[in-house]
């Protein structure tokens, strides 16, 4: 059964640093997200990205975080100088249509020191 | 108001019971409607969608939405040890973003 994966399990990284979180959603999906979650609370939506652009994107989603897919089937998210309260875990996403049901990866969790 | 609200439990049903899990969202405009569960470490897995007023059945799940009174709920029936999760609602609003509520702890006692 088709799955996402996402890469690294675990990030460890120094307040300041960037880190780059990747994901390979399912192969003939075209709509990915990125959501994260902090210990012990919701899920919040991050940034919806189709047709190779950002379609939607939440408060959260400020200058320090980019996404980008470089390549048919690597979708990345970028933070670009970290802070302490980006210790999360980071969930990607992706369904095969707008309205579609979301499938979630297994998550990176960051850790900033 | 919050966005997606659902009671935090947690919630203890006996083996064999029916669960029922309760979530109402405020922006009236919402389109699309989802479960998902969430062992403890783990991520978020779909169990239902649904998108239109009424029931849905899915084996030993039902979701039930209200759009006039902008209620989703998920009955599990027959609940077992391995339900013991926490179960997100979900909403997908007019533009193509997901808001989830906070959960809701389910515990099914032997």
């Known amino acids: 059964e088709p799955e996402v994966t996402q890469t690294p399990s675990h990030q460890v990284t120094q307040m300041g640093q960037e880190v780059i979180l990747r994901c390979v959603p399912i192969?003939?999906?075209?709509?990915f997200y990125w959501y994260r979650q902090i210990l012990g609370q919701k899920v919040e939506f991050l940034v919806s990205f189709y047709n190779n652009e950002i379609s939607e994107k939440s408060e959260i989603f400020d200058d320090q975080f980019s996404v980008e897919r470089p390549d048919g089937s690597n979708f990345t998210l970028k933070i670009r100088s970290t802070k302490l309260e980006d210790s999360a875990m980071y969930f990607c996403?992706?369904?095969?249509?707008?309205?579609?049901?979301?499938?979630f990866g297994p998550g990176t969790r960051l850790t900033v020191l | 108001q919050k966005e997606v609200e659902q009671n935090s439990g947690p919630l203890s049903v006996p083996e064999g019971a029916i669960a029922s899990l309760n979530c109402t969202y405020s922006?009236?405009?919402?389109?699309?409607f989802f479960w998902y569960r969430q062992y403890s470490g783990k991520s978020p897995e779909l169990i239902m969608s649904?998108?239109?007023?009424g029931d849905k059945e899915d084996g030993r799940f039902t979701a039930q939405l209200n759009k006039a009174s902008q209620y989703v709920s998920l009955l599990i029936r027959d609940s077992q040890p391995s339900d013991s999760a926490t179960y997100l609602c979900a909403v997908r609003r007019n533009n193509n973003d997901m808001r989830f509520g906070a959960g809701t702890r389910l515990t099914v006692k032997p």
């Open positions: 192969s003939n999906h075209l709509y």
């Open positions: 922006d009236r405009g919402s389109q699309s």
């Open positions: 649904i998108y239109s007023n």
């Open positions: 996403a992706s369904s095969d249509d707008l309205a579609g049901e979301q499938f």
